[in-house]
């Protein structure tokens, strides 16, 4: 990729297709909530990939824990990391063949198939905005930040929380807080 205009958005349709995702991560996972940080002074996109199973009622999807996580440089969409969390000490404690919550939680059962796709890809879009700010290529206000703070916080599943925590706290402490609450 070479500086487009969403870089967050590219590297995510990059991540549901690429060679990496074919070879070595199980059809059943899918890409969640992404995280940005920065490593070795680059910004980088974490994609975790985490499994959802339909049990055939409304509202009792089980969600399973981040199993794997990806990182890929922004804007150019290189991937520089690829992590089996069952490898990694920190995550020694936890049972990834063991459901950990249900989707939908709380703060989004209030909506429907269509407003939640609408509200995860203006979280989509917003991580876009941010990520062209860091790389000095657009504005970033703090309306933009609050926004962005309480989408993310709405849409990440609460059982998820703890996950994502130990895989970026920096982003985390930012931008997942109590379910936009904030």
């Not at 922004?74 to 919550?101: H, M, N, Q, T, W």
């Not at 657009?138 to 703070?149: F, H, Y």
């Not at 916080?153 to 895989?167: N, T």
Request: overall charge neutral; glycine content about 6%.
């Amino acid at each position: 990729m070479k500086d487009p205009l969403t870089p967050i958005s590219d590297i995510l349709r990059m991540a549901r297709r690429c060679d990496l995702r074919r070879e070595h991560i199980p059809m059943e996972y899918v890409p969640g909530l992404p995280l940005l940080a920065v490593r070795n002074g680059e910004l980088c996109l974490i994609v975790p990939y985490l499994r959802y199973r339909t049990t055939g009622k409304v509202d009792e999807t089980l969600v399973f824990p981040v199993r794997y996580t990806a990182v890929w440089t922004v804007p150019e969409g290189i991937l520089v990391e690829f992590r089996d969390l069952r490898y990694d000490p920190a995550f020694s404690k936890v049972d990834f063949g063991k459901a950990c919550g249900k989707f939908r939680h709380e703060a989004v059962r209030d909506l429907d198939s269509a407003a939640y796709s609408a509200l995860r890809g203006r979280a989509v879009a917003d991580l876009d905005r941010l990520a062209l700010s860091l790389l000095g290529k657009e504005e970033w206000s703090g309306a933009d930040e609050a926004r962005l703070r309480q989408t993310l916080s709405r849409l990440l599943e609460p059982s998820l929380r703890g996950m994502y925590h130990r895989i970026d706290p920096d982003f985390c402490n930012k931008y997942y807080s109590d379910n936009g609450a904030d």
